[in-house]
């Protein structure tokens, strides 16, 4: 039966060239993909299925017209399964492979009619020469594309997933399917101790296709034993291919065509769907693109929590500028979203917490890093503050509501919060009195350092009350300075902590500037101590170099504790350069009647 099939191709092929060479006129007229083409009956009955039925199911004899709908591949294909059939050579490539591939299916070219036909000659193309590299199958899935719903019906579309999957693996390092949970820790460790991410060089290529087709090729990657965290790299060219044009970084939403805000949104969803769930993969910065970008595109809502809680997970690792979140919104609302940002610190604080139910411990590295991790989110959290400070239509509730949740054991210094504080302040000088005390309440004034307690007693922005108590830790650190503190001397009692919103009878303004005249007394007299002490120790070593005899006992030296004010409390005796205590029994002092202490 072969042999005579073989015969029969034979004769036809031959008649077909003929038919060519002799230039007979055609007695068909083909309608195909918007074309029409005029042909011979024999060479296309010959080896095409569909138009010998139609020829033969008409009911015209003398058949002299066929329109051929819905041809895949338009007219370029048509005319060359046409050359196919008058026996014209022409090269099958991978960029011709897809559409002959499937007008072959379509115009049912298949061994039934002739041996050797396009759907056997395009198969072997397939599995011998195009989908034998990754490039190839790339090229002709991106091509597959446009051919659907044949494509899928000729498995081509699955076939050409199938040999990238297995290319990518072969390639790639990340898709040993035996790798134990702990090898998996230590290549994630790696991955992000590198400068630069891991890129194989396929995935710039893997970026033209669709996005469902790029889901099925991911997809059937993990299934070949393609690690998840491997792929976002992959995702990051994506995502920054598929979004590029996308006015996502400025303040209101540009109207985009409804077609391709769809399209984008459709793009953005299925990128976050596939997001490693593995910590420290992605970069804070690409997950902070994603989120403006589904802000922007309004995307659903549990992508964008999606979004926030990956950011939390890793804001330790995030900059100023990662949070500077736009507020798409043409309401005249606030410049930034300060409500995604309070969000993403909920989410940082709630993995801290379950992470230390789980088990750190202070002493523990893994508690020094936790320590040091919040420090520095403290610190973003406060460059935040202050940055946004400046909106004028950034309400109270909202500033006070974001700084309540930086942990107050975080911050090393309040000098961060007072900075926000004073620059909301000036810019929103209509605050009441109550809304001013209220925003200073978020500050404790102990942990300011003295450049800022400078700046602050001077600062009229500031409540009374607040330059009131920032006065008190001022002098109370100068005593315990002067005092001997650091020497194990007692520092006088003073109260743990102002109440700002307390109705004192007296004259608050009386107060402050007793206050301030008392500060200024005191750093005056500790100059002057620091004085005292380095002319007595300069002085002990002269008169330790030129005595005459070393046996002789040291000449006592002048005290100087008479001329320290008697506001500064009870002071420690000092101890001397070369270890014996200063003694004053032979020295000159001027007696004092109500003498608050002696240094015998």
Known sequence: MSSKKELLSTAMKRTSEWIFSQEIPSDVTVHAGGASFSLHKFPLVSKCGYIRKMVSESSDADLSEIKIPNVPGGAEAFELAAKFCYGINFEISTENIAMLRCVAEYLEMTEDYAVGNLVS????????????????AVSVLHLSENLLPVAEKVKLVSRCIDAIALAACK???????????????VVISSIVSQPKPIVDWWAEDLTVLRI??????????????????????????????SLRGLEAFGKGRKK??????????????????????????????????????????????????????????????????????????????????????????????????????????????CGVTLLSDMERVAKLMENYLAEIASDRNL????????????????????????????????????LS??????????????????EACAHAAQNDRLPVQTVVQVLYYEQQRLRDVMNGNLM???????????????????????????LRRENEDLKIELVKMKMKMKEIERATVVSTKSSPSADKPPLPRKSFINSVSKKLGRINP???ADGFPLTNTKARTRPSKDRRHSIS
């Not at 009195?433 to 300011?448: G, N």
């Not at 194990?488 to 007793?514: H, M, Q, Y």
Request: aromatic fraction near 8%.
């Open 171 to 185: 390639e790639s390092q990340f898709s040993m399917s035996g790798r134990s949970d702990s090898g998996n820790e």
């Open 256 to 365: 985009i065509e409804a077609q391709q805000e769809h399209e984008k949104r459709v793009v953005l969803e299925t990128i976050v769907s596939l997001l490693p769930r593995e910590k420290n993969v992605l970069s804070v910065s690409f997950l902070s693109m994603l989120l403006r970008a589904a802000i922007y595109l309004e995307t659903t809502v549990a992508c964008r929590l999606d979004l926030e809680k990956r950011m939390g997970l890793q804001l330790g690792q995030a900059a100023l500028d990662d949070l500077l979140i736009p507020a798409y919104s043409f309401t005249g609302d606030t410049m930034f979203d300060v409500d995604t940002v309070q969000r993403i610190m909920m989410n940082y604080l709630e993995n801290e917490v379950e992470g230390n139910r789980i088990g750190y411990h202070a002493d523990d590295e």
């Open 488 to 514: 194990g001397g007692d520092s006088p009692a003073l109260p743990p902590k102002v109440n700002i919103f307390s109705t004192d009878i007296r004259p608050v303004s009386d107060e402050l500037s007793s």
């Open 121 to 136: 000659r395009t198969d072997a193309y397939l599995n011998e020469v195009a989908l034998k590299s990754l490039a190839g």
């Open 212 to 241: 469902d087709i790029f889901q099925r090729v991911l997809i059937a990657m993990m299934a070949r034993g393609f690690k998840q965290y491997a792929l976002g790299p992959v995702l990051m060219l994506y995502a920054q291919k």
């Open 395 to 430: 309400t109270v509730s909202k500033f006070i509501g974001l700084a309540e949740i930086i942990p107050e054991q975080s911050r090393v210094t309040e000098d961060g919060m007072y900075r926000a504080i004073d620059i909301y302040l000036k810019a929103h000088p209509a």
């Open 433 to 450: 009195d109550m809304e001013r005390k209220k925003v200073c309440s978020l500050m404790d004034c102990q942990k300011l350092s003295r």
């Open 574 to 576: 000092f101890v001397r």
